[in-house]
């Protein structure tokens, strides 16, 4: 074994991660129910946007998805900026990927919610074939079907989020499960092949590209590394393992290029470290492990009643059902599991060959470190709308894996263990049904087909908020402003420019110590703006009065009343189109 993740009898005489979890169906036949499975996930999404109840677009979701609507039309129109000055944060750059491929979609069903959201309904489908065809492959099709239909169908916490258009969360398990997909057909590849060399390549430009529109995607790149390690360790010495870097660095090139351009922002997530992150609140690691998984995790299956069904009940014995899934491939891996410890102490052992049920403990695990080390759990939401259960998202996939394959074996099992295997899994796609009826509102079609997708006044305040202090792309906003958009676009977004920074310069004091660079900050843009701008938009930025009051985008004309009761002078020309 010197140089392929696999003994050449693994690679001959069986298919890829064969164990107990024997294969029903060789290579990637019958692909008819696993595209039927795809199909289903899209159809219920697009029904959901059709007829959206309340919670589809709640509070400050939609204003995160016009972003990135208002990023396509950006692209289709004339971008102000660069294209990667678009990130909506960043550390996610799969806002700005989702923002592209929705642009094709805009030109085809015009500026709306569901041409916004159908790229990351497409994601999910794609992220369910790719799981249905994982486990036919590596269990059998009792497997694919279980583990395909709960995630298909999904409860409405993942539901929900999966077709937001955030490009984030649920977008990046597309890519994880593509991830898995290559490694097993890198594991199965002959030794010194051109077909190892090509997977090894397409798996690391999959994972570098996949870190930069997600760090979600680490713990499933540091799966498959572990894996590599404890099948050889002088990995990273082998013919495969320079394709695979090769490719990481070229998917990678986009993270690179951000990073460079913006002073290496992307090591922060909302100005915070995203590594070593301290508990909060005299919080212990084990008390934030066990929130997580006993608080955290059910609320965010977010189930809720439908008419006369009562789901909220339902919420810890589906949570209980999953995560007993996940123990029993656990306990059923265990030989495998001592042997890749006995494996990394020492190397004269065996290297355990990598299964699907292995390395769904192995990603589940180092995702948990990942989520402590991250950043204190207490920082998340506890389920008060879908949304706030978005960190559990890169586990929902794998807990179906886990359903799926204990579902197959308990299926060889006896006739009481079949039955009880059945009625959990027919339970929990059940209710998981119900839970997407329960989001359905048929008052409100056409629903997503005729919101808007786009919104100018969110477009001033994102702006605002991302580069109030950065003098470059403030001149390029303004130049670009006066060159090629109307003026009721211009006079809204200078406005709220200029209310932005003046916020800023109430809410610090003079003095402040620890947000005195921000304050003068702060005002050094509104002085370069001032001389920057046409005359009659100068009053915006200037610095705030005493007792001045902020105005939002459409009261703009109040803004000019206050200041007229002040002494100041009038507007020299109305600059806003009746």
């Not at 140089?3 to 693994?10: C, E, F, K, W």
């Not at 955290?296 to 189930?303: K, T």
């Not at 999953?322 to 265990?334: D, Q």
């Not at 969110?458 to 991302?466: D, K, L, N, P, S």
């Amino acid at each position: 074994m010197a140089g392929s993740l696999l003994p050449a009898s693994d690679r001959t005489s069986a298919p890829t991660g064969a164990s107990e979890f024997a294969p029903a169906l060789p290579g990637w036949a019958r692909p008819r129910v696993d595209v039927a499975l795809a199909v289903l996930a899209i159809v219920l999404r697009v029904v959901l946007l059709l007829a959206p109840g309340k919670e589809v677009s709640p509070r400050w979701v939609l204003p995160e998805e016009l972003h990135r609507g208002n990023v396509a039309r950006e692209l289709l129109t004339g971008p102000l900026l660069d294209v990667q000055d678009y990130h909506h944060a960043p550390n996610v750059g799969g806002s700005l990927v989702v923002a592209i491929l929705a642009a094709p979609f805009f030109v085809t069903l015009g500026e709306n919610l569901l041409a916004l959201r159908l790229p990351s309904i497409l994601m999910h489908g794609a992220a369910v074939f790719l799981l249905a065809r994982l486990l036919r492959r590596h269990a059998g099709p009792r497997a694919a079907l279980a583990g395909g239909l709960l995630y298909a169908i999904a409860p409405p916490g993942y539901l929900l989020l999966s077709i937001t258009a955030f490009g984030t969360h649920a977008e990046n398990n597309t890519f994880v499960l593509l991830a898995l997909t290559l490694y097993f057909e890198l594991a199965a590849s002959a030794r010194g092949s051109r077909r190892e060399s090509s997977f090894a390549f397409a798996l690391g430009l999959t994972s570098g590209f996949a870190t930069y529109f997600g760090y979600s995607f680490v713990p499933m790149a540091g799966t498959w590394l572990v894996f590599a390690f404890v099948r050889d360790r002088t990995f990273f010495l082998r013919r495969w393992t320079a394709f695979a870097a090769f490719g990481a660095v070229v998917g990678f090139l986009p993270w690179v290029r951000y990073n460079v351009l913006h002073d290496f922002a992307g090591v922060l997530a909302y100005d915070v470290s995203l590594i070593g992150s301290p508990p909060e609140r005299n919080e212990t690691y084990l008390g934030k492990l066990l929130w997580f998984t006993f608080v955290y995790s059910p609320r965010a299956l977010f189930l809720r009643d439908w008419k006369h069904f009562g789901l909220q009940w339902t919420e810890p014995i589906v949570a209980l059902l999953l995560a007993a899934a996940l123990v029993s491939v656990a306990w059923w891996e265990r030989r495998r599991i001592a042997a890749a410890a006995r494996r990394v102490l020492t190397a004269r052992a065996e290297p355990p060959m990598p299964t699907l049920g292995l390395v769904c403990v192995v990603f589940v695990l180092l995702f948990t470190i990942a989520m402590l080390a991250a950043r204190p759990v207490s920082w998340a939401g506890v389920a008060g709308i879908a949304h706030d259960g978005r960190y559990i998202a890169p586990l929902f996939p794998f807990l179906c894996i886990a359903a799926g394959l204990a579902s197959e074996r308990f299926s060889a099992g006896g006739e009481r263990v079949r039955r009880a295997d059945a009625l959990a899994v027919y339970f929990t796609t059940s209710v998981f049904l119900l839970g997407w009826a329960a989001q359905l509102d048929v008052r409100a079609f056409p629903g997503a087909l005729r919101q808007s997708a786009v919104s100018d006044h969110e477009f001033a305040r994102w702006f605002a908020w991302t580069y109030k202090t950065d003098a470059g792309r403030l001149t390029r906003l303004v130049d670009g402003l006066e060159r090629s958009r109307d003026e009721e676009v211009r006079d809204g977004t200078l406005f709220v420019l200029g209310q932005t920074l003046k916020s800023r310069l109430i809410v610090i004091p003079e003095g402040d110590a620890r947000r005195g660079r921000l304050r003068a900050a702060c005002v050094a843009s509104l002085t370069l703006l001032r001389a920057r701008v046409a005359p009659r938009y100068a009053p915006y930025f200037e610095e705030p009065l005493a007792g001045e009051t902020l105005y939002s985008w459409e009261r703009r004309d109040d803004y000019w009343k206050e200041r007229e009761a002040r002494g100041a002078p009038a507007r020299a020309t109305n600059s806003r189109r009746d």
